[in-house]
């Protein structure tokens, strides 16, 4: 299904003046796009499978079910789901929010932003400024949970990450990982970021992203990712924590 004439023009106002109503709409049109979806099948490895639309609430995944926040500010933007085995073994556990108890990303991110003090709505895990999402909307076949994933798949459903992003129309995008800030750099054919991904880590790129957004890459919360990032700093490329990364977020946001 195509978005209408109507909600598409809903899309590209300011979202800070455009009613919710539109933005919604808009999703849900996205969702059922989303969950027809069947191009990464046709790669020969083929290794996702598009079950987490089904799964999720909102049609477009966990993440952007627990944070609804069509008015955000900013958009956080994870790699993609795991496996299909975790998935269907970590389903929702917690109304109204989707807290992924076992998966140490999650955690881990839920307790940098609040560090950060990201404002939260009823004491609990609801950031108000902050939507979630993946790059990869489909979940690994298999059991594998996290590594890395070939470049072809990240191409593949640029698209549906695209129409999020017109459609919260946030301040800021902030990607988690290098592959997922270099997926950025490939589709905007800006190479020059892609010599040392630590020495653009919680900096505000203002010449990447279209219509003036910010691209603020952040190292990936799991535990790999913060390795890594533990290992670019014994060796001098990047200084500080990764909860200095999420408060300087916090002041791109407040700036913007």
Known sequence: MLISDITRKAIFMNNRTTPLRPKQTAIDELAIEIKSCTKCELFPDNMFCNII?????????????????????????GQDWGSELSVNNKAPVYEPYYWEPNFSS???LMAFLKIANFDVADNAYAFTDIYLTN??????????????????YFINCFFFLKRQIEIINPKIVAPLGKQVFEMFTRVY?????????????????????????ILFPLCHTSPLGLGNREKAKKMGRINGNITDDFIKLKEAMSNA
């Open 53 to 77: 639309a089904s799964k999720s609430k909102t049609g477009i995944g966990f993440w952007s079910d627990a944070y609804q926040n069509y008015d955000a500010k900013v958009m956080i933007v």
């Open 189 to 213: 054919k800006k190479s020059e970021y892609q010599a040392d991904f630590y020495n653009f880590v919680a900096t505000e790129i203002k010449d990447v992203l279209e219509d003036g957004r």
């Open 106 to 108: 999650w955690k881990n």
């Open 135 to 152: 790059a990869i909307l489909c979940a690994r076949k298999g059991s594998k949970d996290s590594g890395s994933v070939p470049d072809k």
